[in-house]
């Protein structure tokens, strides 16, 4: 088999790489004078399972575009399989019509990403696990539970730990997180005036005295999780956490997160972090690459891939 990557999270790629022992494909993928992207494989892989590794985060069109042309450039290369890794998968907000006369985009990126060759697509903690149907080729949805669970017995006493939904949509996740390590459940109520923002109405549990941790699979803005964190606090929660799948962690988001009341915030490596993020005091990387690389290496030898969300 073979390992390739695009620009999104060259990093990722290569500890993917590392725990599967094997180097990436030698892949060109640059950008004529307009701006459009040129990709060339230069291997041969006339007959081998590829695994193309590229998350839509952001630029998302741009990333996006680097995926479809390389995964075309394999089919057109007579690669035998062509799995699309995306450890990030933009649009899934997109999952429906919100409202007259809008689009469901996560519909129309899974059209994209089969028609442009790939036949299996393996991913990480959709938004919506609805989106698994979205597609018309085999697609594994691979969850951080379990990465987050090893992380939060290492360094947390879970006698006094609360799992923290930040909304209703995001029980479930939550409620999975608590069940492996034994901890109560509590949720916050609430409201959306208006897109991208958020104001807690309630806290749905007793959190007095607990160390919360806060659950979720995307961060953008911010703004949830702070209010979250903030309401929790002021119901008499001991400190607050969070554990969020993917930092998005747009324009002054980490700035935000840094000088706000959360004691830490802790992402996956499934989007590559900015400097910005980088440098923040209270934000932490986890990394998925054995998660990832286990999943490919499962695919590759069509072994099972469910018992890795055990």
Known sequence: MKLVTGNSNRPLAESVAKYLELPLTDCEVKRFADNEIFVEIQENVRGEDVFVLQ??????????????????????????????????????????????????????????????GANRVLTLDLHAEQIQGFFDIPTDNLFSAPVMVRDIRDRHDLE???????????????????????????????????????????IIGDVEGQTCILIDDIIDSGGTLINAAEALLNAGAKDVSAYITHGVLSENASARIAASKLNELVVTDSILATPEVSSAPNIRKLSIASLIGEAVARTASEQSVSSLLD
Request: net charge positive; with cysteine.
């Open 55 to 116: 998350s839509t985060s952001y630029p998302a069109n741009d990333n996006l575009m680097e995926l479809l042309i390389i995964c075309d450039a394999l089919k057109r290369s007579s690669a035998r399989r062509i799995t699309a890794v995306i450890p990030y998968f933009g649009y899934a907000r997109q999952d429906r019509k919100s409202a007259s006369r809008t689009p469901i985009s996560a519909k129309l990126v899974a059209n994209l990403i089969t028609e442009a």
């Open 160 to 202: 006094k730990v609360m799992i923290v939904s930040p909304d209703v949509g995001g029980v479930k996740r939550a409620r999975n997180v608590a069940s492996r390590i034994g901890a109560n459940l509590a949720i916050v109520d609430k409201r959306r005036p208006r897109a991208g923002v958020s104001e807690v109405m309630n």
